[in-house]
C-alpha cells in the first residue's frame, strides 16, 4: 500500500473513567461525538457507548476478562486500530479508567509508531481515584499517608521475601488492582512479614458503578471475616490506615444487588457492533 495516496486518519488513545459516565473527561466526549470508529474495552460504561458516540459509528467490542477464552488477543487489538486509521477514519480506542495505569498501551503506541500513524493520548480518572473519593477514603491524608502506591499482585508468588518485607512495612497507602482472586494470599502474605495492626484493608467491588459496594476489615481480621470471599469484577483494594477512613466519611451507600454492571466479554459482543 502506498501510503502517500491515501489520507491516514488519526487514533485517540482515550481512558473512559472507572465507570460512571459523568467521570468522562470533556476532551474524550469531544473525540467520540466526532470519532467514525469506536475500539473499546469491556470495563467502559455501556452508558458512554450508547448515549456519547455518533449514531453512525463502528463500535467494536475488545474486552478482556481474566480466564475467559472469549478475551481478545492484543495483537488482534493493535491491527484494527491500525487497519481502520490507514482507511482515513478517526478512531477512539477507549480503555478504562486512565490510558497509561495497567493497560496495554505500550503495545499500541510501538503499532502506530511504526506504521507512522498520527496518535493522541487522553487521560482519564483512573480507578484508583474514582475507587477512592467514591468510598470516602482520601489517599494521602494528613497524618496518615505521605504517599500512595499502584500495585497489582495477579501473581502474589512473585516478588522476593525483601520486597515484601517492604510492602509489610512501607506508610504509604498501597492500591491493588487485578487482585481481588489472589487477596487471601497477599494478606497472608503481608501478615507473615509483620504489617502493622493499625493497617486496614478496603475491598471496592464495582467502583463509582449504581452497583458499588464496599468492605473494610483492620488487615489482620480480614482472613477471619473474609477469607475465600468472591468479589463481583472489576474490584480494587487499598490497603494502609486510610482505608479505615472509610467507616466516617462513606457518601454512597452500597448496593444490595449483586448484579455486575459490566457485561461479559460475550454479552457486550452481542450489544455492539463488531
Given at each position: 500500500?502506498?501510503?502517500?495516496?491515501?489520507?491516514?486518519?488519526?487514533?485517540?488513545?482515550?481512558?473512559?473513567?472507572?465507570?460512571?459516565?459523568?467521570?468522562?473527561?470533556?476532551?474524550?466526549l469531544r473525540y467520540l461525538q466526532q470519532a467514525d470508529v469506536v475500539v473499546a474495552d469491556r470495563l467502559v460504561s455501556p452508558d458512554i457507548l450508547a448515549e456519547?458516540?455518533?449514531?453512525?459509528?463502528?463500535?467494536?467490542?475488545?474486552?478482556?476478562?481474566?480466564?475467559?477464552?472469549?478475551?481478545?488477543?492484543?495483537?488482534?487489538?493493535?491491527?484494527?486500530?491500525?487497519?481502520?486509521?490507514?482507511?482515513?477514519?478517526?478512531?477512539?480506542?477507549?480503555?478504562?479508567?486512565?490510558?497509561?495505569?495497567?493497560?496495554?498501551?505500550?503495545?499500541?503506541?510501538?503499532?502506530?509508531?511504526?506504521?507512522?500513524?498520527?496518535?493522541?493520548?487522553?487521560?482519564?480518572?483512573?480507578?484508583?481515584?474514582?475507587?477512592?473519593?467514591?468510598?470516602?477514603?482520601?489517599?494521602?491524608?494528613?497524618?496518615?499517608?505521605?504517599?500512595?502506591?499502584?500495585?497489582?499482585?495477579?501473581?502474589?508468588?512473585?516478588?522476593?521475601?525483601?520486597?515484601?518485607?517492604?510492602?509489610?512495612?512501607?506508610?504509604?497507602?498501597?492500591?491493588?488492582?487485578?487482585?481481588?482472586?489472589?487477596?487471601?494470599?497477599?494478606?497472608?502474605?503481608?501478615?507473615?512479614?509483620?504489617?502493622?495492626?493499625?493497617?486496614?484493608?478496603?475491598?471496592?467491588?464495582?467502583?463509582?458503578?449504581?452497583?458499588?459496594?464496599?468492605?473494610?476489615?483492620?488487615?489482620?481480621?480480614?482472613?477471619?471475616?473474609?477469607?475465600?470471599?468472591?468479589?463481583?469484577?472489576?474490584?480494587?483494594?487499598?490497603?494502609?490506615?486510610?482505608?479505615?477512613?472509610?467507616?466516617?466519611?462513606?457518601?454512597?451507600?452500597?448496593?444490595?444487588?449483586?448484579?455486575?454492571?459490566f457485561p461479559s466479554v460475550q454479552e457486550q459482543k452481542k450489544i455492539v457492533v463488531c
Open positions: 500500500m502506498n501510503l502517500d495516496s491515501i489520507h491516514i486518519g488519526k487514533v485517540i488513545l482515550a481512558g473512559a473513567g472507572p465507570g460512571d459516565p459523568e467521570l468522562l473527561t470533556l476532551k474524550t456519547y458516540t455518533r449514531p453512525d459509528a463502528l463500535i467494536i467490542s475488545v474486552g478482556k476478562q481474566y480466564h475467559n477464552n472469549a478475551s481478545t488477543p492484543q495483537s488482534v487489538i493493535s491491527q484494527l486500530l491500525v487497519t481502520h486509521a490507514l482507511e482515513g477514519r478517526l478512531v477512539v480506542r477507549l480503555k478504562g479508567g486512565d490510558v497509561s495505569i495497567f493497560s496495554n498501551v505500550l503495545d499500541e503506541l510501538e503499532t502506530l509508531s511504526s506504521h507512522g500513524i498520527p496518535y493522541e493520548l487522553v487521560p482519564g480518572v483512573t480507578a484508583a481515584l474514582g475507587a477512592a473519593a467514591y468510598a470516602g477514603i482520601p489517599l494521602t491524608a494528613r497524618g496518615y499517608a505521605a504517599s500512595v502506591r499502584f500495585l497489582t499482585s495477579y501473581q502474589p508468588d512473585a516478588g522476593d521475601e525483601k520486597y515484601w518485607h517492604e510492602l509489610a512495612h512501607t506508610p504509604d497507602t498501597l492500591v491493588f488492582y487485578m487482585s481481588s482472586a489472589p487477596l487471601d494470599q497477599l494478606v497472608h502474605r503481608l501478615a507473615k512479614e509483620g504489617i502493622a495492626e493499625d493497617r486496614w484493608i478496603a475491598v471496592i467491588e464495582q467502583a463509582t458503578t449504581p452497583l458499588q459496594r464496599v468492605s473494610s476489615w483492620p488487615v489482620h481480621q480480614y482472613l477471619a471475616a473474609a477469607a475465600g470471599s468472591e468479589y463481583a469484577s472489576p474490584t480494587l483494594v487499598i490497603l494502609g490506615r486510610v482505608a479505615a477512613l472509610h467507616s466516617s466519611f462513606q457518601w454512597l451507600a452500597n448496593s444490595r444487588s449483586r448484579e455486575q454492571y
